[in-house]
């Protein structure tokens, strides 16, 4: 019996298993259960949620990969790159970053939207740049693509932790690696359609202005940053973000839970000085 009526992939599957050398002739997915006379199953080559190192012959084999595939340093290409999670406001982001981007545009990084690009094209971004700035997102996992970084990386974190997964995998490849984790994660207010509970990632988070300014300053040497535009600019983003899900959330109780954890920790940032709203912000 058919358990899966049409089996379809996203077209980056297909994009990632060209670049690894496997050609899209060579898939099949099956519809049903089979059988196979012989099966093998390649050793686990590198991990992600663990602490296990990236192995020595995968390293080299995506070195051979980037070559064949013509991932190469192009001088054409910027040597500051700020890979941004813009287009994500609502569904996992930090707030603020549209004004970040713009201040990370004066100090002489373009700004690199990567969904907007295919996967070798964004590696040979990433391969050609001399700094890259990342928004802490899915961009990072493009990078296990890479055998080697020559760029030093730099990693704006949007959930607590994100070092502690992603530094292994960014130090096998890359010799100069940092990470900015002084934030504030707020409850995720987005709930997919027919679902009762948020979706994973899809939180809103903001950094602590004064503390990116030191660290942009000293790790960067970008001029200073203007905290009090930053904190504004955070704060109207918060309020974009409630006000995005919050009439929607409030109509069932399984999903105002969301809605007032949101508020109770906004409004604990805003007796702590980390947010400057007013009381009556949700209005």
């Given amino acids: 019996k058919s358990f899966i009526k049409k089996a379809v992939l996203p077209p980056r599957f297909y994009e990632i298993l060209e670049y690894l050398g496997v050609?899209?002739?060579?898939?099949?997915?099956?519809?049903?259960?089979?059988?196979?006379?012989?099966?093998?199953?390649?050793?686990?080559?590198?991990?992600?949620?663990?602490?296990?190192?990236?192995?020595?012959?995968?390293?080299?084999?995506?070195?051979?990969r980037e070559k064949a595939s013509?991932?190469?340093?192009?001088?054409?290409?910027?040597?500051?790159?700020?890979?941004?999670?813009?287009?994500?406001?609502?569904?996992?982001?930090?707030?603020?970053?549209?004004?970040?981007?713009?201040?990370?545009?004066?100090q002489g990084f373009t700004i690199f939207k990567p969904e907007s690009a295919d996967i070798v094209t964004q590696l040979k971004y990433y391969?050609?740049?001399?700094?890259?700035?990342?928004?802490?997102?899915?961009?990072?996992?493009v990078l296990e693509l890479m055998g080697e970084i020559q760029a030093k990386i730099t990693v704006l974190q949007r959930r607590n932790q994100t070092d502690v997964l992603f530094r292994p995998l960014l130090t096998a490849r890359c010799q100069d690696v940092a990470f900015f984790g002084d934030l504030v994660e707020l409850q995720s207010l987005y709930?997919?359609?027919?679902?009762?509970?948020?979706?994973?990632?899809?939180?809103?988070?903001f950094l602590d202005a004064e503390a990116l300014a030191h660290f942009l300053a000293e790790r960067l040497k970008c001029e200073t940053l203007d905290v009090t535009a930053l904190r504004q600019a955070t704060a109207e983003d918060?309020?974009?973000?409630?006000?995005?899900?919050?009439?929607?959330?409030?109509?069932?109780?399984?999903?105002?839970?969301?809605?007032?954890?949101?508020?109770?920790?906004?409004?604990?940032?805003?007796?702590?000085?980390?947010?400057?709203?007013?009381?009556?912000?949700?209005?």
């Fill in 70 to 106: 013509g991932v190469a340093a192009d001088p054409s290409l910027p040597k500051r790159l700020y890979v941004s999670r813009e287009s994500f406001l609502m569904r996992g982001a930090f707030a603020g970053e549209g004004y970040l981007a713009a201040f990370m545009a004066r």
């Fill in 191 to 205: 709930v997919p359609a027919n679902q009762n509970s948020a979706a994973h990632g899809s939180a809103l988070s």
């Fill in 23 to 64: 050609s899209k002739k060579h898939i099949v997915l099956p519809g049903n259960n089979i059988r196979t006379e012989s099966l093998w199953v390649s050793p686990q080559q590198s991990f992600f949620r663990a602490r296990e190192p990236v192995s020595a012959e995968y390293l080299s084999f995506l070195t051979a």
């Fill in 127 to 141: 391969k050609s740049a001399e700094e890259i700035v990342f928004a802490e997102g899915a961009a990072l996992h």
């Fill in 238 to 283: 918060v309020v974009r973000y409630y006000r995005q899900y919050a009439a929607a959330l409030a109509t069932k109780p399984v999903t105002k839970q969301y809605l007032n954890r949101f508020e109770q920790k906004v409004n604990l940032m805003i007796s702590e000085g980390k947010l400057d709203l007013p009381a009556n912000w949700k209005n």
